[in-house]
């Protein structure tokens, strides 16, 4: 069965840090690019990062919102994806996703974890 399961949310105060997790299993990571996304109460869900397959460039890409701060990271050996989060601002507050999707469109999400950025 395809799952993707973000993990490492939580609270903290601005200027801190968070790492997100996102593990898959079901499928060969190699074949996909994973993105992470990330949606504000009461807002549309937005894209930060993605990072694309091995199979393809690997390569990585920004929002500019969080360019500077936020860094994609994948290991394939342990199925998992990387969203390390710096210098965390109030307005960062949102769940945030993981989804991977390979060059044929299909597309897979994980539930979610929640973000609180607050003093």
């Known amino acids: 069965q395809l799952r993707l399961v973000e993990s490492g949310g939580g609270l903290v105060q601005p200027g801190g840090s968070l790492r997100l997790s996102c593990a898959v299993s079901?499928?060969?990571?190699?074949?996909?690019?994973i993105g992470w996304f990330r949606q504000p109460p009461g807002k549309e869900r937005e894209q930060l990062a993605c990072?694309?397959?091995?199979?393809?460039?690997?390569?990585?890409y920004y929002v500019d919102s969080v360019k500077g701060r936020f860094t994609i990271s994948r290991d394939n050996a342990k199925a998992t994806t990387y969203l390390q989060m710096n210098d965390l601002k109030p307005e960062d507050t949102a769940v945030y996703s993981c989804?991977?999707?390979?060059?044929?469109?299909?597309?897979?999400w994980g539930q979610g974890t929640q973000v609180t950025v607050s003093s």
């Open positions: 079901g499928f060969n990571l190699d074949d996909y690019a």
């Open positions: 989804n991977a999707e390979n060059l044929a469109g299909f597309s897979y």
């Open positions: 990072i694309t397959s091995p199979n393809a460039d690997g390569n990585t």
